[in-house]
């Protein structure tokens, strides 16, 4: 399959050849899961290896890298597949391509199985390009990188993982004989994807062949055929029948035991059979089985009734799983058979495990979207953590211990991304990186966001698509190697970075004014719950209510009341939804700071009605708005929200509108932009200057320039587009002459530098974004808020030119008068300015823009 070195000089040619084969021998090892030969055999060869043979000992590191990730050593395979990429890079010709194509797709699978899916993808694609050109397309190397991908969709996209391998299959059939292994491996692919269709009996007939196969080849034993035996058991499981599920499970542990020992494998094997005797509710035989999964994922854990340091495992990604299915198996026994409080504070112990965890795995995660991923999966564990916290408070003497640990699981389930964002960029500011690296980073982030916008937009032309994919490609591997050097070089950087602070009530409290309410939600889908905490600067207090049916049908009959102004409907959507989330209030609470959950940040609060009207005909004005009540702010979670007693002083003022929009796109012009920002430059005349930009004067050079952190107020009064599929295609619109240059992407504002007090999008429902589990809204105001915005103003729905000029004219003259006090006190006041007035008295005016930030 590789080419040796022949064009070398001949008197090393006999050990280009020799070198060649010792690594096929090695290769056949790996394949017999003779790992400690397979060790031996490339460790004598590297040592034999000149320093010439750049191929020879590219691919033997690579069968090295195979060897590690079978141990289940992560870390050391991923390490010696870079090294022998960094060693390959700089040749082009087909004997430097060729094992270069072998090391991009061992880093994909690597990758993979270290939870970088996107990563992983992008190695695997490169693989494949490769391949196809070195080799063909109808060949067994290409069928081999559409293996590994449909492994890696196999857990993202059930429909995309079976493409790749029913391609990987086509392949191999028609150049292998019947019993070949490729056929068995791919068979036993396909038999995991129809388990996650539920098209059991499919799934079952797949694994039967991919057995017999495995049973011609290899008589005795061999993990392989333990890998079917465990999906055999996993079909089974699914189904029910956890009696033959626990027969096939027992027959793959054997092997996996016998083979391996302490190894990834085995401890799935383990954590298998603990999730069979879960579902029979032998939750004492589970949490067995769980413990010892606990011992077989790590080098020399024993203890039988606690759970390993989180530090010391071979597959991080099972571990958590181990711990969650432990910590299930915990609160099963206690509730069905033992009554126990002991099993409660044990299961209680596992999450908190799990959640020292997950800080370590999201070191591990290199991309934003497969830290997103981890997010979702880590917002179920989160999920029964605050559940069983909750229990411990109502029923245990340890009240507030509980209720504050069930806030702390909370917090830790929101915006994890976002807080590590924001926690690298202060570690920079402190840990003495050069300015000229900061430069540097700024360059690899602004190009590979320039590169990934053009890929999302669509690229038609195949070899130009190829060509940028390849350009981000490589620069994103630059730029991971880069903050690897930043880490390495500055520790106190990656100290700050990683130093995660735990989520306290008391410091929450204390940053509370005298009328400030925190309210966080929390909706469990599993228990089919909305938990509110309500924070003051004095007292907490935790409401529990049940999740109704109608509620997300509510959040969007709300918000589609609003905008097609059916009134009956909006105040029925309204006050069903104010039943639903908003608990007893303190008496003395004047402003309150929602911290959203999921689809609820999709709608206003100040728009909720506590008390339903008599007649649907009654008038907007007459309604108990919550506006009348309570100036209303929101933020992405409480450890980030950060109390302004006064009010900073405006020093500069940015004011930015376009206003046509037909050089570039059929945007309608927004002429009452300009008057808009004529009545704040007005305003400003006293007590700030104001640096105006109109029409072609409103460029992207001026939001993308360095003089943008010189301004304490950014108004931008222009059209912006959510992109709810892809966010970081969500943008605002400038004055320019192409796509290149009349907009800023959400990708480009993360890359801005900000210091303002306040940055206004006086645009089209800027407030919105893709909602993803355990991170919120992904859009606009995020990426503002990362950039260094204190507060942002955005809307959630398309408004009216006209009522967006008042709205924001009464805002701001208070805002910039002697009485101002807060940004969330002069919304409230225009706000209610509004709806007293007889022209824009509903909702659709003056709720849609709310208020995000400290």
């Not at 092997?255 to 004492?284: D, M, V």
């Not at 432990?326 to 099963?332: D, E, H, V």
């Not at 009349?742 to 801005?752: E, P, Q, S, V, W």
Request: hydrophobic share 35%.
């Amino acid at each position: 399959m590789y080419a040796v070195e022949a064009d070398l000089h001949k008197d090393i040619e006999p050990v280009a050849y020799y070198l060649y084969c010792e690594t096929q021998r090695a290769e056949c090892a790996i394949r017999l899961s003779d790992l400690d030969e397979a060790q031996a055999i490339v460790q004598a060869a590297l040592k034999q290896c000149p320093a010439a043979l750049v191929n020879s000992k590219a691919l033997l590191q690579n069968a090295q890298a195979k060897i590690y990730y079978q141990k289940g050593l992560l870390d050391q395979a991923h390490a010696e597949i870079m090294s022998a990429i960094e060693l390959l890079k700089g040749g082009t010709s087909f004997y430097w391509r060729s094992p270069l194509s072998e090391c991009y797709n061992t880093e994909g699978l690597i990758d993979w199985l270290r939870g970088n899916d996107e990563k992983s993808l992008e190695y695997l694609n490169q693989a494949l390009e490769i391949r196809k050109e070195l080799f063909g397309e109808h060949t067994a190397q290409v069928a081999a990188v559409y293996n590994n991908m449909g492994l890696v969709y196999s857990g993202i996209d059930s429909d995309e993982a079976v493409f790749y391998y029913e391609n990987a299959l086509e392949i191999y059939q028609s150049i292998y004989p019947e019993n070949h292994p490729a056929l068995a491996v791919a068979y036993s692919n396909l038999a995991q994807i129809y388990r996650k269709q539920e098209a059991y009996n499919t799934a079952l007939t797949q694994y039967e062949k991919a057995l017999e196969i495995w049973e011609q080849r290899y008589p005795g034993m061999h993990p392989n055929k333990a890998f079917v035996y465990s999906g055999m058991a996993q079909v089974y499981e699914d189904k029910g029948a956890y009696d033959q599920a626990l027969t096939q499970a027992k027959k793959a542990l054997e092997i996996y035991k016998q083979e391996y020992g302490r190894h990834p494998n085995t401890a799935a094997c383990f954590t298998l059979i603990g999730s069979i005797f879960t579902g029979q509710r032998e939750y004492t035989k589970a949490i067995h089985a769980f413990q010892l999964a606990l011992m077989y994922n790590t080098a020399s854990f024993t203890e039988t009734g606690s759970n390993p340091d989180v530090k010391e495992y071979f597959d991080g990604q099972l571990l958590l799983s181990t711990l969650t299915h432990k910590a299930i198996a915990l609160s099963g026994r206690s509730s069905e058979k033992t009554l126990r409080l002991q099993d409660l504070t044990q299961a209680l112990s596992c999450y908190q495990s799990c959640d020292t965890l997950l800080d370590q795995l999201r070191q591990t995660r290199t991309s934003k979207n497969d830290k997103v991923a981890l997010g979702a999966y880590s917002y179920d564990i989160y999920d029964k953590a605050v559940e069983l916290s909750l229990f411990l408070s109502q029923n245990t003497f340890k009240k507030k211990y509980y209720q504050q640990l069930a806030f702390y699981f909370v917090e830790r389930s929101k915006a994890s991304v976002l807080q590590e964002s924001i926690s690298e960029a202060k570690a920079k500011s402190f840990a003495g990186i050069p300015d000229s690296k900061i430069e540097e980073e700024d360059t690899y982030k602004t190009t590979i966001t320039y590169l990934e916008q053009k890929l999302a937009k669509g690229i038609s032309d195949k070899d130009q698509f190829k060509t940028v994919s390849a350009q981000l490609f490589e620069t994103k591997r630059k730029y991971e190697a880069f903050i690897t050097s930043l880490e390495k070089n500055y520790p106190a950087y990656y100290n700050l970075k990683y130093n995660v602070q735990p989520v306290i009530m008391e410091a929450i409290q204390a940053k509370l004014s005298e009328g400030d309410c925190v309210l966080e939600y929390f909706v469990s889908e599993k228990s089919k719950t909305v938990t509110t905490f309500v924070l003051t600067n004095k007292a907490v207090r935790v409401y529990m209510v049940p999740l109704k049916d109608t509620y997300s049908k509510y959040i969007s009959g709300m918000r589609n009341a609003i905008k097609f102004d059916s009134k009956a409907t909006f105040i029925k959507t309204s006050t069903a939804l104010h039943k639903q989330l908003i608990p007893s209030l303190p008496k003395h609470c004047s402003h309150l700071i929602i911290i959203p959950d999921g689809k609820m940040a999709a709608i206003p609060f100040e728009a909720l009605i506590e008390k339903r009207p008599k007649h649907d005909t009654s008038s907007y004005a007459q309604m108990g708005f919550m506006i009348k009540k309570y100036a209303t702010s929101y933020t992405y979670t409480a450890s980030l929200y950060e109390n302004t007693h006064e009010a900073a002083k405006v020093k500069k003022v940015l004011l930015f509108a376009p206003v046509d929009f037909s050089a570039s796109s059929d945007l309608n012009a927004l002429p009452g932009t300009l008057a808009e920002v004529d009545t704040l430059t007005s305003l400003c005349t006293n007590t700030a200057q104001a640096d105006v930009y109109t029409y072609t004067a409103a460029s992207k050079a001026v939001l993308v320039s360095d003089s943008l952190s010189g301004y304490s107020i950014i108004h931008l009064a222009t059209h912006g587009l959510v992109d709810e599929e892809q966010p970081e295609l969500s943008c605002i619109y400038t004055s320019g002459t192409s796509e290149e240059n009349d907009r800023i992407y959400a990708g480009d504002m993360y890359n801005m530098h900000l210091n303002a007090a306040l940055v206004s999008l006086s645009a089209c429902q800027t407030g919105l974004g893709k909602i993803e589990k355990g991170e919120g809204m992904i859009g606009l105001s995020r990426a503002l808020f990362y950039a260094g915005a204190d507060n942002i103003m955005v809307s959630l729905w398309k408004v009216s030119d006209l009522s967006t000029q008042v709205y924001m004219q009464y805002f701001y003259s208070i805002y910039l008068s002697e009485n101002f006090t807060t940004f969330a006190e002069a919304a409230r006041i225009s706000k209610i300015k509004l709806l007293n007035s007889e022209t824009f008295n509903s909702p659709y005016y003056w709720a849609a823009f709310i208020l995000i930030g400290k």
